[in-house]
């Protein structure tokens, strides 16, 4: 293993921090750091990347590369220019910049403009290896061998400089994109969403059938069984790697930490190997699992674009498919999760939200009648519909399905 520790950070929506540090410690690492939108990381190389083939709730990760202090917009380009950018790409790999600002007072009067703050590291990049190689590297906004991130952020004491931190992305593709999902529906949530809510409500994989009872793209039903089966949710893009190992299926692939490091090639092996592994016993533990995964819904359309996604998660034999109004769900043998997600938007007009209102107290009814010993929980977008449901909820959680803030709440019915 590698003697230093580095520096990483793992993204992640909203409201799922917490999770996230929890998973990422049990993976090996010793001590993290929550901030808002993700956990921040020390470890070894081979470390980072174990978190990056099995983390199940983290958006993206990235490690760590250079900070620089800037007092202006300008100022980047010149700093830029120092980093030794032959140590971090070649000449003939594409690359990509995404610039992010932080907590920023909204009177600056620099870093006005992330796309311009863009062009001056795209610019600083370029120019360098003109002077050294007298040829350009090209930038590629789609499928660029190496990913930057850039984060500029005021500092504590709330006076200039700024920090402009750079960061590899190590991913490509957000590693919510597990490769299951070949047909979608209306507004589906992010995998790594639906898995860290399920890690939220504590769902027992071991002792509760889970009830997905408006199912839609099925997503929240695949990664319960996922999470059931302990397969790593990067099972489908290893087997893309086995396959075709020049589509450089992750973005650190190409980066020369990884490719001039032939023991973390060899370590980047044996995880590759571990999830093959786990993947199959998974697999075979989800055959002669006890606990059944229900997925309704009452759209018979959408049901086939949920039975497409879950035939290429292989699950397809495992989760049991039902065609029926929720309202109808009754408990199987044993204990029962009835999870929901019902529609929500983020600005729902008077008709819908009253239509809503009846449907979120027929489910309260149907709960409080049929579902008594079992448990439960609803993603909600509109706050003020939990209070139709009719019981006290045992737990919220604040989340943000994208730009829209929801509620996730949990109930014990009695």
């Known amino acids: 293993m590698n003697k230093y520790r580095f520096e990483y950070f793992a993204s992640c929506p909203t409201g799922l921090e917490d999770v ?8 090996g690492v010793k001590a993290t750091t929550i901030v808002r939108g993700g956990v921040k990381f020390e470890a070894y190389h081979e470390i980072a990347l174990k978190v990056l083939l099995n983390t199940r709730i983290a958006s993206r990760v990235f490690k760590y590369l250079y900070d620089l202090e800037v007092s202006h917009e300008k100022d980047l380009y010149h700093e830029a220019t120092e980093i030794k950018w032959k140590s971090l790409m070649d000449l003939h790999q594409t690359f990509k910049i995404t610039t992010i600002y932080g907590d920023l007072p909204r009177d600056r009067e620099y870093f006005t403009n992330s ?5 001056k590291l795209k610019d600083a990049i370029v120019d360098y290896f003109r002077h050294f190689d007298k040829a350009r590297p090209s930038v590629s906004k789609e499928a660029a061998d190496i990913q930057f991130l850039l984060r500029i952020e005021f500092d504590e004491e709330g006076v200039r400089p700024y920090k402009a931190i750079l960061l590899y992305d190590l991913c490509g593709d957000p590693l919510n994109q597990r490769g299951y999902r070949v047909a979608s529906t209306e507004a589906p949530v992010k995998e790594n969403l639906a898995a860290g809510i399920l890690k939220l409500i504590k769902w027992d994989p071991k002792s509760e059938n889970f009830l997905d009872a408006m199912t839609g793209s099925g997503t929240f039903s695949v990664e319960a069984c996922l999470i059931a089966g302990d397969i790593p949710p990067t099972f489908l893009k290893v087997e893309q790697y086995r396959k075709n190992p020049g589509l450089r299926t992750w973005c650190f692939l190409n980066t020369q930490w990884f490719t001039k490091d032939e023991k973390l090639k060899e370590n980047f092996e044996i995880l590759v190997k ?15 699992s006890p606990i059944k995964f229900l997925a309704n819904d009452i759209s018979k359309y959408t049901l086939e674009s949920t039975m497409a996604n879950f035939k290429k998660a292989r699950l397809d034999r495992i989760i049991e498919v039902y065609n029926e109004d929720a309202l109808d769900s009754a408990p199987v043998e044993g204990k029962n999760y009835f999870f929901v997600n019902p529609p929500y938007g983020e600005r729902l007009n008077p008709g819908e939200i009253e239509r ?10 149907l709960w409080k009648k049929e579902f008594k010993g079992h448990r439960a929980a609803l993603l909600v977008g509109e706050m003020d519909l939990l209070k139709s449901v009719g019981l006290r909820t045992k737990k919220r959680h604040i989340l943000f399905n994208g730009d829209i803030e929801c509620r996730l709440a949990e109930y014990d019915l009695f």
């Open 20 to 27: 996230l540090s929890e998973e990422i410690l049990s993976f």
């Open 274 to 288: 571990e999830v093959e592994t786990k993947t199959r016993e998974g697999m075979k533990k989800l055959e002669k």
């Open 356 to 365: 809503l209102k009846v449907l979120y107290k027929n489910l309260g009814d």
């Open 115 to 119: 796309q311009f703050t863009t062009l």
